[in-house]
């Protein structure tokens, strides 16, 4: 068989990137075995080289103190790596120290891809992360913070901090991520007499960390820096110690030395905690004084998930559950569908998964993506939202949108024109004493039912409001799916994806 000059050259070309990517990797291993060396050669006494690398990597550009920084540890700590980290070159230049070295995240086409990857460029067992405008006046405060963190051995302490200016810059919190849901929540953390032990903090502070540690998270140096640094180590179930003492000093506070320019980092970080939040896959910060912060899909933006395929939306795959703002928006539709029906003098019911829910949770089942309501076909013309909906679809006042389901006999509301979250409304008729309809879905809970579960309706507790449903829920729920439907909760379609019981 011949072999085409193209076909060649495409062989090449991959023998070419396996070469570069095998010697990547080794060098990357030798320079993680070397640190290690270090360190062990450090604790004999035999070892006479720096053991940290002071690393700055959160500075704006329109205004720093970078250089200042650079003089003040290079002055005291002479023998001590200083690297500014910034993701694209800095305009205006930055003006660095000699000692001190700049390192762009960003890469170029005609560099080795090390000359962008910051675990090439330290060579030290441990990285100091210092903020902009600090300036360290105590050389020995350095061995402090390692002392400390080489004292707490193989503990979940993996990071030692000390405040800049005084203690109370710097807040000490309890970080749970919970990846599954979307959300990470903060806490205030009790204070302790010789530090706080907790796994975030908030403010100014300087942060000590082992270099090997620091390069085995997978976004080592995202901006904001804390921010980033912080979820990655808690998901890990590291901790912070942060000590009252040694405090670090900084004659640049404020940082910016007009409004205009804070309101531009203030932006800037704003942007940027909104980019990180995404690239995590959080939704929802729960903040220590109990606000809110959403980084998720909202009435003017398309929902979370795409066009659902076999009953199994695609977040399942990815072993995570209905986004939080999906749910605030379904619970705000529902709310919103539920009054219009009974101030229109529609009865309705909780139907199918929507009951079940709740059954459970008093509220959404967690994993789902619509709400479904029974109503009586007989009183759609007591609702102006709906007698009209034969021809086209209607955009109420308050951006909602009623329609027709195009998929069958049926009504559906919308979260808006742009997020196409929705409540269905299911029409059945009595017929001698059993709920039918004219025409059925492949769901196997889509069937009839006697009337008698509808006489009468009893209200229930369902997400913040009180909704009603059929008056025996359990035999209701267990005609439609099944017996024991209640306690054993399954996805909607196990064939595709199946939910463990010890992940509940």
Same mark, same amino acid.
């Given at each position: 068989?011949r072999i085409s000059?193209?076909q060649g050259l495409?062989t090449g070309?991959?023998?070419l ?5 095998y ?6 291993q ?6 290690k ?17 002071v %690393?700055l990597r ?7 103190y970078?250089?200042?920084?650079a ?7 002479p023998?001590?790596p !200083?690297?500014a980290?910034?993701d694209t070159?800095?305009?205006p230049?930055?003006?660095?120290p000699e000692?001190a070295?700049?390192?762009v995240l960003?890469p ?6 090390q000359a962008?990857?910051?675990e090439?460029?330290v060579?030290t067992e ?7 405008g ?5 050389p020995?405060?350095i061995e ?8 707490e051995?193989?503990g @979940?302490?993996?990071?030692v901090?000390?405040p800049v200016l005084a203690r109370?810059?710097?807040q ?6 919970n990846?599954?849901e979307w ?6 953390a ?5 530090g706080?032990v907790?796994?975030?903090l908030?403010g100014d ?7 090997e540690?620091l390069?085995n %998270?997978s976004?080592p140096l995202?901006?904001?820096l804390?921010?980033s640094l912080?979820?990655?180590?808690a998901l890990?179930?590291?901790?912070? *110690?942060?000590l ?8 640049h506070r @404020?940082l910016f030395s007009?409004a205009h320019?804070q309101w531009k980092a203030?932006?800037?970080l704003k942007?940027?905690?909104?980019k990180?939040?995404r690239? !995590?896959?959080?939704?929802?910060l729960l903040?220590?004084d109990? *606000?809110?912060q959403?980084y998720g899909?909202s ?5 979370? !998930? ?6 199994t ?8 559950w209905? @986004? ?6 379904l619970r705000e539709t ?6 219009i029906?009974e101030?229109s003098g529609?009865?309705?019911w909780?139907?199918g998964g929507t009951l079940?829910?709740?059954v ?5 089942i967690?994993?789902?993506y619509d709400v479904?309501?029974?109503i009586y076909?007989?009183d759609?013309?007591?609702c102006?939202?709906l007698?009209?909906?034969?021809s ?7 951006g909602?949108?009623?329609e ?10 919308q979260?808006s024109?742009a997020n196409?979250?929705?409540v269905d409304?299911w029409?059945f008729?009595?017929?001698?004493g059993?709920?039918?309809?004219d025409t059925?879905?492949?769901?196997k809970?889509?069937?009839e ?9 009893v @209200?229930?507790p369902?997400?913040g409001i009180?909704?009603?449903g ?5 035999? !209701? ?5 099944g ?6 909760p399954?996805?909607p379609?196990?064939?595709? *994806?199946?939910l463990e019981r010890s992940k509940?």
């Amino acid at each position: 068989m011949r072999i085409s000059f193209c076909q060649g050259l495409l062989t090449g070309a991959i023998i070419l990137n396996l070469l570069i990517l095998y010697y990547v990797s080794r060098a990357q291993q030798q320079m993680m075995e070397k640190r290690k060396e270090l360190g062990r050669g450090t604790r004999r006494g035999h070892s006479r080289g720096p053991r940290v690398t002071v %690393l700055l990597r959160e500075f704006e550009n329109f205004e720093n103190y970078v250089g200042d920084v650079a003089n003040s540890f290079l002055r005291q700590r002479p023998e001590l790596p !200083f690297l500014a980290v910034a993701d694209t070159s800095p305009y205006p230049p930055l003006v660095l120290p000699e000692g001190a070295r700049l390192l762009v995240l960003s890469p170029s086409p005609d560099q080795p891809p090390q000359a962008h990857r910051p675990e090439f460029h330290v060579q030290t067992e441990f990285v100091l992360l210092v903020p902009d405008g600090v300036e360290l006046e105590q050389p020995r405060a350095i061995e402090r913070l390692i002392r400390e963190l080489e004292g707490e051995g193989g503990g @979940p302490v993996r990071l030692v901090a000390a405040p800049v200016l005084a203690r109370s810059a710097v807040q000490c919190l309890h970080l749970r991520v919970n990846l599954r849901e979307w959300t990470a929540t903060y806490s205030p953390a009790a204070s302790g007499s010789s530090g706080s032990v907790c796994t975030a903090l908030q403010g100014d502070a300087v942060v000590l960390i082992r270099t090997e540690d620091l390069f085995n %998270l997978s976004v080592p140096l995202g901006r904001p820096l804390f921010s980033s640094l912080f979820i990655q180590t808690a998901l890990r179930g590291w901790k912070v *110690k942060l000590l009252e003492s040694p405090c670090f000093s900084a004659n640049h506070r @404020p940082l910016f030395s007009s409004a205009h320019n804070q309101w531009k980092a203030d932006t800037r970080l704003k942007e940027a905690t909104g980019k990180l939040m995404r690239s !995590f896959g959080l939704k929802r910060l729960l903040l220590p004084d109990g *606000k809110e912060q959403w980084y998720g899909c909202s009435k003017e933006t398309p929902r979370c !998930f795409g066009t659902v395929q076999d009953d199994t939306p695609d977040y399942l795959y990815l072993d995570r559950w209905t @986004p939080p703002c999906c749910l605030r928006a379904l619970r705000e539709t529902t709310k919103y569908v539920i009054n219009i029906l009974e101030s229109s003098g529609v009865r309705y019911w909780l139907e199918g998964g929507t009951l079940l829910g709740a059954v459970r949770h008093q509220d959404i089942i967690p994993w789902d993506y619509d709400v479904d309501l029974g109503i009586y076909l007989e009183d759609v013309p007591n609702c102006d939202h709906l007698k009209n909906l034969d021809s086209g679809s209607l955009v109420d006042a308050n951006g909602y949108v009623w329609e027709r389901a195009v998929e069958g006999d049926f009504y559906r509301v919308q979260y808006s024109e742009a997020n196409h979250l929705h409540v269905d409304l299911w029409p059945f008729y009595p017929r001698n004493g059993v709920m039918t309809k004219d025409t059925w879905t492949e769901h196997k809970q889509d069937v009839e039912f006697p009337e008698h579960f509808l006489q009468p309706l009893v @209200p229930m507790p369902f997400a913040g409001i009180t909704a009603y449903g059929p008056n025996n829920h359990r035999a !209701f729920l267990e005609l439609k799916f099944g017996e024991g439907v209640i306690e054993n909760p399954q996805y909607p379609n196990p064939s595709k *994806k199946r939910l463990e019981r010890s992940k509940l």
